[in-house]
């Protein structure tokens, strides 16, 4: 590759641990700067730096294939080990552009909801946040799993408990969110001991190893396969564990939100395939009962249930959240497959709607900037006073229902087809059922954003009054990008499918069907 | 018996555990519901320092013949025996005449675990003192109440 | 000259185009309806030009790429719909004229959006029309639906708001719950979905299989607007007349039915479709619709809404005709599409010709207004007679050989709703006519108002005018468009 010999071999070599040190190190660093302006400009640079770092990586994945970073020299299994590979590349460029694309439009945005004391402990809390959701994602280290998993908490407890000067049941989202993703960690902490009890190493790819010499490996093994799949189910909210996501979707500050929605949820299910189809494999019953039966139901009752419940919401962020939810389903429901194509089509909506509801917050958070509303009642007339944050978000919106033309007609149609060639030709209604609602649920939004008259304040129609520009573009980045995937899927269907072929290997085809 | 008592402590694991959370989801009091959390997470950490114990292993410290405590890492061949009870493994390290060190690793990990749950604690306590401040109250039932009323306000904004 | 390739190109880019230049040029409505007619000459053009390489046994190919795995973009113009093609870019000349002077005429607001979706709902036709696979002609499809929603809400208050509501709903839940399973079926089982001669599905297939994938197609394509997933199309209705005439009775409407035909020969092909036993259960479910239909259209005062169901039962002959699957019944199917699409925007036209000179909806108040306003009135009998199928006029072809088509599998029962539909239309069409021009106006002195002024509304009157006679022609013309289209069926099918 050319563009790999143009850039410094530092990079290349020290890449994979800049990713995690340096927004540890700046968020840090961020409790002793007083100023907000500077405060976001570090941010900036460190999260553009990381998203390079993570381009690099992506691009060095496609050329050598597997990396791996031994962490302070010391040779693993012992020491931590640091691994891109073709699954977690991609998202560790999602979640370093996502953060980039989502700072543009912090500096207006945050201005608007936190305290101005804080805003410079905010993005800290934002930087530590993003260095655990890379380091979850880079390391292969699986007690090193959990420490970056609790960084992202706890720094996500905070950012979510930051809304309260917007809305003060910001707090008591936070405090449900922290006691639900405290259990949902410690359950992930006692699998990890259960593995560690079975295999007596911690390193991922020797664990891996070591579990194929156990045959799968005892009752221990198996319960704690247990308590890592309901670990991760709560961090990404599998339905019914889905608690705590509504409230902190809804009263944080609408930058966390966004953040949030677009990759919190997507690491967590990195993990889960993850542990689920490399450290376990198929070869082991008991995996292929729980993906295959267990999840499989979970994902179907939550992508009904949960379109559902959107439905019924006033508040247009709660639709949104509750839309996350059935959008779990339907990653789930693909992982459950147990079939390349299956893993694709999860893996391509992993990505399609980080994009996608990346978009609609960043849409319904430029509404709230500008008029205060998230209600559905209070978007009358929105087409009109803010036409282009509107376009943005219906065409969002559209691509969220699945119409033609979109990321999420790419990925609805890779699921369906992957469930009809599994043999589950009631999947494919199901998917199709769930889109429906989705277009009930998205429709009625739009109805009456365009259909409805604007509102009149004291006899007088509320004027334009079109979001600033730099809340724009983020928003019409994810728009376009959601037109280009749906013309032409090319390269995340490759991204996906190389990422799937690691999950199950050619001798593995064909297991647990 | 001997099964029984040797798996005593994974007992009272299992038994703070639940309590642990039942007291977080049948409590109403935010600060009980905190305390319910610890108490869980206590019964993890105790689960991981269980999990070291090799039976007739000794305090992973190391010592020269003497009896003083070494310094000098590298030079000393450090012997790690996985968690397991698999007494043919240990009796063919006494062959090659090593010390059997119970596994020092898990009470490492869980310093990390034990700082990450005081960390935990802190945010939480922090968050009720605000909700005491916002609310007036840290009762569930009180806050549920408020948070009603505000959204039938449509104070929401 | 301009390669195929270019061509098929050409025919997304130039109402695309249109489209972006008029959104531009808003505030210039000369300049606006300038592009709109240069870009429609310009695509008649183009279809024209593509239409000699179809006759000619070319079929011209467009590779658009892969989205999404295996499932490829591409266009593909066959003689099937290149007919379409010809009739949407041709009708959209004419609905231009018609629209400029009903947009004046009635003072609409937003005029500029209007052309802007007219335009896009344009490409998407051509782009159905010439879709090489099931999933392009999906995708095409749903932009269609898109495209038209605010043109069909277009004026914004309670009655557009629920009408479009309904349209919307009904297009998409259909397409999403019913059509999309059937193209991924059809995918998996067949392993492609391009369209080919006499079919896709390997010998071999049950029954039962494609009994579904038929009954998933039949309901899935809800602009065919097959009962009961009709609903959409009265109420899509309170769209303004131009919208009504080229979207409600030529391009949506003839996308469903224009699908419908390309699945069942190009897709199933004739003779598998014949032998699935789902496709008997259709052509009863086509012909009851056929006379429900007839038979709520005599119930209705509205003209519009009369218009609407009398489109609901015409377009039930082309479902008839696909689920026949006779050769005979496929052609006349096809030539239905043809010469409905002339006949019914006549009436449409009329409809809005009378709407915008004297402001009158209902079929009650036309009492003698055929003395005033002669040429719209006899622009409508023909249109009528047409829909009727009366020789000699166009709409008399297609009945013909969907009787012959009946007759060959073996339904010579399903005739009987063929000549009760065309008793049926006798009596709800003529008598608008009848009225016209037969009984004493209610108030001569406005009528002669309207005979004064009528002048200044010339481009709503002419339009139809012209439509009409083009129903009168095809009449003889039907034959080249038979021989045209022969090459969609299997060699020695017919």
Redesign the interface.
């Known amino acids: 590759m050319d563009i790999l010999s143009l850039l410094p071999p530092w990079l290349l070599t020290h890449g994979v641990a800049l990713l995690v040190v340096l927004p540890l190190l700046a968020g840090a660093a961020m409790a002793v700067i007083p100023r907000e302006r500077i405060a976001w400009t570090i941010t900036f640079m460190v999260m553009l730096i990381c998203m390079l770092c993570a381009l690099t990586l992506a691009l060095q994945v496609i050329d050598q294939g597997r990396l791996s970073y031994k962490m302070g020299g010391w040779e693993p299994p012992y020491g931590i080990e640091y691994v891109v590979d073709a699954l977690s590349a991609p998202v560790l460029l999602l979640i370093s552009a996502m953060a980039v694309i989502c700072l543009f439009y912090a500096s207006p945005s945050v201005k608007a909801e936190v305290e101005p004391k804080k805003r410079a402990a905010f993005y800290g809390a934002f930087l530590i946040c993003a260095a655990g959701l890379l380091g979850m994602v880079v390391t292969g280290d699986a007690?090193n799993v959990?420490?970056f998993l609790?960084v992202s908490s706890?720094s996500t407890?905070?950012l979510v408990?930051m809304g309260?000067s917007r809305?003060?049941?910001a707090?008591?989202a936070?405090?449900d969110y922290?006691?639900l993703g405290?259990?949902g960690?410690?359950f992930f902490?006692?699998g990890i001991?259960f593995l560690?009890?079975e295999?007596?190493?911690?390193n991922m790819a020797d664990m891996s190893n070591i579990l194929d010499g156990l045959d799968g490996g005892s009752r221990v093994a198996q319960v704690g396969f247990a308590f890592i799949v309901i670990g991760l189910g709560l961090k990404l909210a599998m339905f019914p564990l889905h608690m705590w996501l509504p409230g902190a979707y809804a009263h944080a500050p609408s930058f966390v939100t966004i953040f949030l929605a677009s990759t919190a949820t997507k690491a967590a299910l990195y993990l889960l395939l993850r542990f689920a189809f490399t450290i376990f494999d198929l070869s082991f019953d008991y995996v292929v009962t729980i993906l295959s039966q267990f999840v499989l139901v979970l994902a179907v009752v939550g992508m009904v249930f949960a379109s559902i419940q959107a439905i019924f919401q006033t508040?247009v962020r709660r639709v949104l959240a509750f839309s996350s939810i059935a959008q779990v389903g339907y990653i789930l429901l693909g992982l459950s497959f147990l079939t390349l194509?299956g893993l694709?089509a999860s893996y391509?909506h992993l990505i399609n709607h980080a994009f996608i509801k990346g978009g609609l917050f960043l849409a319904v958070g430029a509404m709230?900037y500008r008029f205060?509303?998230?209600?559905v009642a209070d978007f009358r007339g929105l087409s009109k006073t803010m036409p282009w944050t509107m376009s943005a978000f219906t065409i969002s919106g559209?691509s969220l229902?699945?119409?033609?033309?979109t990321a999420g007609?790419?990925s609805k149609?890779?699921l369906?087809?992957a469930a009809?060639?599994r043999g589950y030709?009631w999947a494919?209604?199901v998917i199709?059922?769930s889109?429906?609602l989705a277009?009930?649920y998205i429709?009625r939004i739009l109805?009456v954003a365009?259909?409805e008259t604007p509102p009149q304040i004291n006899g007088v129609e509320v004027l334009k009054n079109e979001a600033p520009l730099i809340m724009l573009i983020p928003m019409w980045i994810l728009a376009i990008l959601s037109i280009v995937i749906?013309?032409?899927?090319?390269w995340v269907?490759d991204a996906a499918?190389r990422a799937a072929e690691l999950l199950i290997p050619t001798q593995m085809i064909g297991r647990g069907l | 018996m001997t099964d029984l008592f040797s798996s005593f402590n994974y007992g009272v694991i299992i038994i703070l555990m639940m309590l642990g959370?039942y007291v977080?989801f049948a409590a109403r009091n935010?600060i009980k519901?905190?305390v319910g959390?610890s108490v869980?997470?206590t019964s993890?950490f105790l689960?991981?320092i269980s999990?070291g114990k090799v039976s007739g292993g000794q305090p992973p410290i190391l010592v020269d013949s003497r009896g003083l405590e070494k310094t000098d890492h590298a030079a000393s061949p450090i012997v790690q025996v996985?968690?397991?009870d698999d007494i043919a493994a240990i009796h063919s390290l006494h062959h090659v005449e090593a010390v059997l060190y119970s596994n020092p690793?898990?009470h490492v990990?869980i310093l990390?675990?034990i700082v990450?749950g005081v960390?935990?604690l802190a945010?939480?306590l922090a968050?009720?003192v605000?909700?005491r401040e916002?609310?007036g109250s840290i009762e569930e039932d009180v806050?549920d109440r408020l948070?009603y009323q505000?959204n039938l306000e449509?104070a929401?904004? | 000259m301009v390669s195929p390739e270019i061509s098929l190109a050409l025919l997304l880019l130039i109402p695309l185009a249109a489209s972006g230049l008029t959104g531009l040029c808003g505030q210039r409505p000369n300049l606006r309806e300038a592009i709109t007619f240069i870009a429609s000459f310009a695509l008649l053009a183009i279809v024209i030009h593509l239409i000699g390489f179809v006759a000619a046994g070319q079929r011209p190919e467009l590779y658009l790429?892969?989205?999404?795995?295996d499932?490829e973009?591409k266009l593909i113009l066959e003689p099937l719909g290149a007919v379409f093609a010809a009739i949407a870019s041709s009708l959209w000349i004419l609905n231009s004229l018609f629209t400029m002077g009903y947009m004046r005429g009635n003072n609409e607001k937003n005029q500029t959006r209007f052309f802007l979706f007219v335009a896009i709902a344009i490409a998407a036709v051509m782009g159905i029309a010439a879709s090489g696979n099931l999933?392009t002609l999906?995708?095409?499809?749903?932009?269609l639906t898109?495209s038209t929603l605010?043109l069909v809400?277009h004026k914004?208050d309670a009655k557009?708001?629920k009408g479009?509501?309904i349209y919307?709903?009904i297009l998409?839940?259909t397409s999403?719950?019913f059509l999309?399973?059937a193209v991924?079926?059809t995918?998996?089982i067949a392993g492609t979905t391009d369209f080919q001669v006499g079919g896709v599905f390997p010998s071999g297939t049950s029954l039962l299989t494609t009994s579904i994938l038929l009954f998933l197609f039949a309901f899935g394509i809800g602009k065919a607007a097959l009962m009961p997933v009709h609903p959409w199309l009265p109420n899509a209705m309170v769209a303004p007349t131009p919208v009504s005439a080229l979207l409600h009775a030529v391009a949506v409407v003839k996308a469903g039915v224009f699908t419908m035909i390309k699945v069942v020969t190009l897709i199933f092909g004739p003779s598998l479709a014949a032998a699935t036993p789902m496709s008997t259960v259709l052509s009863w479910v086509a012909a009851i619709s056929i006379v429900v239909a007839s038979l709520i259209a005599l119930r209705q005062d509205n003209l519009k809404a009369r218009l609407a169901y009398s489109t609901v039962s015409q377009l039930a002959y082309v479902t008839l005709g696909a689920m026949l699957a006779a050769p005979a019944a496929i052609i006349g199917g096809a030539l239905q599409i043809v010469m409905h699409a002339w006949g019914k925007i006549t009436l449409f036209m009329c409809a809005g010709a009378i709407y915008t000179v004297t402001h009158r909806t209902n079929i009650s108040q036309l009492d003698g207004l055929g003395r005033s306003m002669p040429w719209v009135f006899g622009a409508f009998l023909i249109g009528a007679l047409s829909i009727i199928g009366a020789p000699p006029l166009g709409g008399s072809w297609p009945k013909y050989f969907l009787m012959v088509g009946a007759l060959d599998s073996g339904k010579a029962i399903l005739i009987a709703a063929l000549i009760v539909s065309s008793i049926l239309n006798v009596i709800y069409l003529i008598p608008v006519a009848a009225r016209g021009f037969l009984k004493p106006p209610a108030d001569p002195d406005i009528d002669a108002k309207i005979t004064a002024q009528k002048g200044a509304y010339k481009w709503v009157i002419i339009p139809p005018v012209l439509t009409a006679f083009g129903a009168f022609i095809l009449f003889f013309f039907s034959g080249p468009i038979i021989d045209f289209l022969m090459p969609i069926l299997p060699d020695g099918a017919f």
């Not at chain 1, 205060?372 to 209600?375: D, K, L």
């Not at chain 1, 229902?401 to 033309?405: A, D, E, F, K, Q």
């Not at chain 3, 790429?65 to 795995?69: V, W």
């Open positions: 007690f959990f420490v609790e706890i407890y905070v408990a309260h809305d003060r049941r707090l008591r936070a405090y922290l006691i405290s259990i960690a410690t902490v006692i001991g560690y009890m295999t007596g190493t911690l508040d194509s694709t391509v709230w205060g509303i998230t209600r559209l229902i699945g119409v033609p033309l007609f790419v149609l890779q369906a087809t009809w060639e030709g494919v209604g199709l059922f889109s429906i277009l009930v429709g109805r365009y259909f749906g013309i032409n899927a090319g269907v499918g | 959370l977080v935010l519901r905190l959390l869980f997470q993890v689960f991981y999990l996985a968690a397991s690793l898990p990990l990390t675990a990450v960390a935990t945010i939480g968050l009720t605000r909700i916002v609310y806050i948070d505000y449509g929401g904004e | 790429g892969s989205f999404a795995g499932f973009f999933i999906f995708i095409f499809y749903e932009v898109l605010p809400a914004g557009a708001r479009g509501t919307g709903l998409m839940g999403l719950a999309l399973p991924i079926g995918h998996v």
